[in-house]
C-alpha cells in the first residue's frame, strides 16, 4: 500500500508543479469569461456610419410603412408595451434562422425617389451611377404588385451583409401584412393585440407537489455530459501519452522489478485523476464565485434542484470518468507510438457521442424500457440515468442498480488492463492483437 501511495503521490504531485498546469488552470476560466464578454461587445460595435438607401415605391403606401420601423431609434422600441410592439405581429411568423434584431442594430438613412413618368429600367441606371460612385450603399425597388405577392429586390454594393439584408426583409414583410389588414378593413392595432404569443409555464408533479419546471435540470445534465466528454478529452489522452511514455523510455522495466503491474498501473490512473479533479475543483469554485456575483447583476436565475441530485451527478461524474480513463490505459498498454493510440482512441468518444444522441428517446419516455436499458449499461449511463434523474426519477433501486453495474464495470475494466498493462508494457515494435491481448487476459 505504501508503494502504491507513492506512485499517486508522485503522479499528481509531478504534474500539479508544471507550469503548463498552473497556467491552464488559471488561464481557462479567463478565455471562457471572454467567450461570453468579447462577442457581446463586438456585437455592440458599429462598423461606419448608417447605411444610406434609396426606395422606389410603386406601391405609394409601402415605404411610409417602412419608414418608422428603419428609422425610429431602437431603444425606444424597446420601452414600448407589447401590445404596441409592431414586433408581436410577427411573433408566430418568424422563421427559425432568422437573425436576431440584438444583432442588427442598425441606423438607416432612407431616400424616397418619385418615378416622375420615368421607367424603372431609367431609375435603375441612375442609382446603379449613385451606388458605384458611392454616394447610395444600395436601393430598394418596391413592385407595383407587392402586396399581391412579387417579391421586392435590393441592390447594393455590399450584398454580403446578410444581417441588413434580414432585417430590411422582416420590415418589408411588416408592411406588407399590415397593409394587406388595411385594405382589408382591419385594425392593425387589434391584430397585434390579437396575435400576442402565450408563454406555456411548465410545472412538474412529484411527491413534493407542484414545481415549476423551467429547464434548469436539463441544462446542468447535458452541462455534466459535456465536463465528462471535456475531461476525457483532456485528461484520457494524458493518461495514454503517459503509459506510452514509460514503454518507450523503457522505465517500467525498472519499476516492475519493485512495484506490482497492478498497483503502478492503477497508481498512475488514480494520480493523474486527482490531477483533474483538482483542476476541475478549481474551475468549477471559481464559476461558482463568478455566479454568485453576476447573477444579481444580470438577472440570472439559479437553478432549484434537490441535493440529492447534486451527489448523483458527482456520482455518475466519476463513473463515466473512470470508465473511460481506465480504457485509455488499456489502449495505452496495447500500443507502441501516440499515433497508433489516437487511432484506437476514436471508437472511445464514439461511445460517449452515442450516449448523447440516447438522450433523446430517454427525454421523451425517461419510464420505457429503452430507457431503463440504455441508463443500465455503463457507457451511457453517465448521460441517460442523469437525463431520467431530472426528467422522471426512476426507482432508487434502479439508480444503486445502474451505480452498482458501472463501477463494478471499473473494477472489471481495471482488473483486464492490469493484466494487459503487465505484458504489454514489455512488448516493443509492433501493436498487440486482440487475440494476443485476449491471451494476456487469460493468463495466471
Given at each position: 500500500m505504501r508503494k502504491f501511495f507513492a506512485v499517486v503521490k508522485r503522479e499528481y504531485v509531478q504534474r500539479v508543479r508544471t507550469k503548463m498546469f498552473?497556467?491552464?488552470?488559471?488561464?481557462?476560466?479567463?478565455?471562457?469569461?471572454?467567450?461570453?464578454?468579447?462577442?457581446?461587445?463586438?456585437?455592440?460595435?458599429?462598423a461606419g456610419g448608417p447605411i444610406k438607401i434609396a426606395v422606389v415605391d410603386e406601391t405609394g403606401s409601402i415605404y411610409q410603412r417602412i419608414t418608422d420601423p428603419l428609422l425610429k431609434d431602437r431603444n425606444q422600441a424597446e420601452e414600448e408595451p407589447a401590445g404596441d410592439n409592431a414586433n408581436v405581429l410577427n411573433a408566430n411568423n418568424r422563421s427559425p434562422g432568422r437573425v436576431p434584431d440584438k444583432f442588427t442594430d442598425t441606423r438607416f438613412e432612407l431616400e424616397l425617389i418619385p418615378l416622375n413618368g420615368r421607367s424603372i429600367e431609367q431609375l435603375r441606371s441612375e442609382l446603379n451611377q449613385r451606388v458605384?460612385?458611392?454616394?447610395?450603399?444600395?436601393?430598394?425597388?418596391?413592385?407595383?404588385?407587392?402586396?399581391?405577392?412579387?417579391?421586392?429586390?435590393?441592390?447594393?454594393r455590399n450584398t454580403g451583409d446578410v444581417f441588413t439584408k434580414e432585417h430590411l426583409e422582416s420590415v418589408i414583410?411588416?408592411?406588407?401584412?399590415e397593409e394587406r389588414l388595411a385594405t382589408a378593413n382591419i385594425d392593425v392595432k387589434v391584430v397585434r393585440e390579437l396575435s400576442q404569443p402565450v408563454d406555456l409555464r411548465a410545472f412538474k408533479v412529484s411527491e413534493r407537489g407542484e414545481e415549476r419546471d423551467s429547464g434548469e435540470g436539463f441544462i446542468m445534465v447535458f452541462a455534466a455530459g459535456f465536463v465528462i466528454y471535456l475531461t476525457i478529452l483532456?485528461?484520457?489522452?494524458?493518461?495514454?501519452?503517459?503509459?506510452?511514455?514509460?514503454?518507450?523510455?523503457?522505465?517500467?522495466e525498472i519499476l516492475f522489478s519493485s512495484l506490482k503491474p497492478f498497483t503502478l498501473m492503477v497508481g498512475k490512473l488514480i494520480g493523474i485523476s486527482l490531477v483533474a479533479l483538482t483542476q476541475l475543483g478549481v474551475w468549477g469554485l471559481?464559476?461558482?464565485?463568478?455566479?454568485?456575483?453576476?447573477?444579481?447583476?444580470?438577472?440570472?436565475r439559479i437553478p432549484s434542484?434537490?441535493?440529492?441530485?447534486?451527489?448523483?451527478?458527482?456520482?455518475?461524474?466519476?463513473?463515466?470518468?473512470?470508465?473511460?480513463?481506465?480504457?485509455?490505459?488499456?489502449?495505452?498498454?496495447?500500443?507502441?507510438?501516440?499515433q497508433e493510440g489516437g487511432q484506437l482512441a476514436m471508437p472511445i468518444i464514439l461511445l460517449l457521442v452515442i450516449g448523447f444522441y440516447l438522450a433523446f428517446p430517454v427525454i421523451q419516455s425517461p419510464d420505457s424500457s429503452l430507457a431503463f436499458w440504455v441508463s443500465m449499461v455503463p457507457f451511457f449511463a453517465p448521460i441517460t440515468m442523469l437525463v431520467r434523474i431530472v426528467t422522471l426519477t426512476p426507482p432508487f433501486w434502479q439508480i444503486a442498480?445502474?451505480?452498482?453495474?458501472?463501477f463494478g464495470t471499473v473494477m472489471l475494466l481495471i482488473w483486464i488492463a492490469a493484466r494487459v498493462y503487465r505484458t504489454g508494457m514489455l512488448m516493443y515494435g509492433k501493436r498487440a492483437s486482440i487475440p494476443e491481448v485476449w491471451r494476456w487476459v487469460r493468463q495466471s
Amino acid at each position: 500500500m505504501r508503494k502504491f501511495f507513492a506512485v499517486v503521490k508522485r503522479e499528481y504531485v509531478q504534474r500539479v508543479r508544471t507550469k503548463m498546469f498552473i497556467f491552464v488552470t488559471i488561464l481557462a476560466p479567463l478565455v471562457i469569461s471572454l467567450f461570453a464578454i468579447v462577442p457581446a461587445f463586438i456585437f455592440s460595435l458599429r462598423a461606419g456610419g448608417p447605411i444610406k438607401i434609396a426606395v422606389v415605391d410603386e406601391t405609394g403606401s409601402i415605404y411610409q410603412r417602412i419608414t418608422d420601423p428603419l428609422l425610429k431609434d431602437r431603444n425606444q422600441a424597446e420601452e414600448e408595451p407589447a401590445g404596441d410592439n409592431a414586433n408581436v405581429l410577427n411573433a408566430n411568423n418568424r422563421s427559425p434562422g432568422r437573425v436576431p434584431d440584438k444583432f442588427t442594430d442598425t441606423r438607416f438613412e432612407l431616400e424616397l425617389i418619385p418615378l416622375n413618368g420615368r421607367s424603372i429600367e431609367q431609375l435603375r441606371s441612375e442609382l446603379n451611377q449613385r451606388v458605384r460612385a458611392e454616394d447610395l450603399d444600395g436601393y430598394l425597388i418596391l413592385p407595383a404588385k407587392l402586396i399581391q405577392g412579387q417579391s421586392p429586390e435590393f441592390f447594393g454594393r455590399n450584398t454580403g451583409d446578410v444581417f441588413t439584408k434580414e432585417h430590411l426583409e422582416s420590415v418589408i414583410n411588416r408592411a406588407v401584412r399590415e397593409e394587406r389588414l388595411a385594405t382589408a378593413n382591419i385594425d392593425v392595432k387589434v391584430v397585434r393585440e390579437l396575435s400576442q404569443p402565450v408563454d406555456l409555464r411548465a410545472f412538474k408533479v412529484s411527491e413534493r407537489g407542484e414545481e415549476r419546471d423551467s429547464g434548469e435540470g436539463f441544462i446542468m445534465v447535458f452541462a455534466a455530459g459535456f465536463v465528462i466528454y471535456l475531461t476525457i478529452l483532456m485528461y484520457g489522452q494524458i493518461i495514454l501519452g503517459a503509459v506510452i511514455e514509460e514503454k518507450e523510455t523503457r522505465i517500467a522495466e525498472i519499476l516492475f522489478s519493485s512495484l506490482k503491474p497492478f498497483t503502478l498501473m492503477v497508481g498512475k490512473l488514480i494520480g493523474i485523476s486527482l490531477v483533474a479533479l483538482t483542476q476541475l475543483g478549481v474551475w468549477g469554485l471559481v464559476l461558482a464565485v463568478f455566479a454568485a456575483i453576476a447573477a444579481p447583476e444580470l438577472s440570472i436565475r439559479i437553478p432549484s434542484i434537490a441535493p440529492i441530485v447534486f451527489v448523483y451527478f458527482a456520482l455518475f461524474f466519476l463513473l463515466g470518468y473512470f470508465i473511460y480513463a481506465t480504457i485509455y490505459a488499456l489502449v495505452g498498454s496495447m500500443v507502441t507510438t501516440a499515433q497508433e493510440g489516437g487511432q484506437l482512441a476514436m471508437p472511445i468518444i464514439l461511445l460517449l457521442v452515442i450516449g448523447f444522441y440516447l438522450a433523446f428517446p430517454v427525454i421523451q419516455s425517461p419510464d420505457s424500457s429503452l430507457a431503463f436499458w440504455v441508463s443500465m449499461v455503463p457507457f451511457f449511463a453517465p448521460i441517460t440515468m442523469l437525463v431520467r434523474i431530472v426528467t422522471l426519477t426512476p426507482p432508487f433501486w434502479q439508480i444503486a442498480l445502474s451505480l452498482f453495474i458501472g463501477f463494478g464495470t471499473v473494477m472489471l475494466l481495471i482488473w483486464i488492463a492490469a493484466r494487459v498493462y503487465r505484458t504489454g508494457m514489455l512488448m516493443y515494435g509492433k501493436r498487440a492483437s486482440i487475440p494476443e491481448v485476449w491471451r494476456w487476459v487469460r493468463q495466471s
